[in-house]
């Protein structure tokens, strides 16, 4: 079977890490990269330089996990909200045999908003996440992925979903 990349994208807070690390128990074997370890800085600055450097950062570490023998199953997750950005990505891989396969959680605005809440409450983000966070969720629901409604279920049972859609493939 052909290596596989799987890109779980969504805005922040809707569950992409979670989901990740649960389908890193299902898939496998496989390993998990989460691009904001890429764009973990303080302070957090956006910059054309900035932007280049953690595209080359993802794209080094996918292109060596791809190429690893022991692994089937390369997942990574991202808030990717324009096709452009993950067209740049993948842009940056070719050469290497693989399947990729894109899949976006989305949720309801009030979904959302409970999650992000919750991690704010807890100390994990800033309040700040919430209105910028909901202000993308509409870019997701444009793009031609495969979308995973996660409103009403928990990470562990999206990972089983967008493990049946994988499979059903196969």
């Known amino acids: 079977m052909k290596k596989q990349l799987i890109v779980v994208n969504g805005t922040m807070g809707v569950g992409k890490t979670a989901t990740c690390q649960a389908l890193k128990k299902i898939l496998t074997p496989s390993v998990f990269l989460d691009g904001d370890w890429c764009w973990d800085m303080e302070p957090f600055v956006v910059s054309d330089e900035n932007k280049a450097m953690v595209m080359e950062n993802i794209a080094f570490l996918l292109r060596n996990f791809l190429q690893n023998s022991s692994l089937q199953y390369v997942l990574f997750g991202w808030v990717i909200h324009q096709r452009e950005i993950l067209d740049e990505l993948l842009d940056r891989l070719t050469g290497l045999s693989f399947d990729c396969r894109v899949f976006t959680l989305v949720c309801t605005p009030e979904a959302l908003q409970a999650r992000l809440q919750r991690d704010v409450e807890q100390g994990a983000r800033a309040a700040d996440v919430i209105p910028r966070s909901l202000q993308r969720l509409p ?14 279920i928990s990470a562990r049972e999206a990972a089983e979903e967008i493990t049946r859609q994988i499979t059903a493939h196969s």
């Open 139 to 152: 870019l997701y629901e444009q793009m031609k992925t495969e979308k995973i409604d996660v409103s009403q």
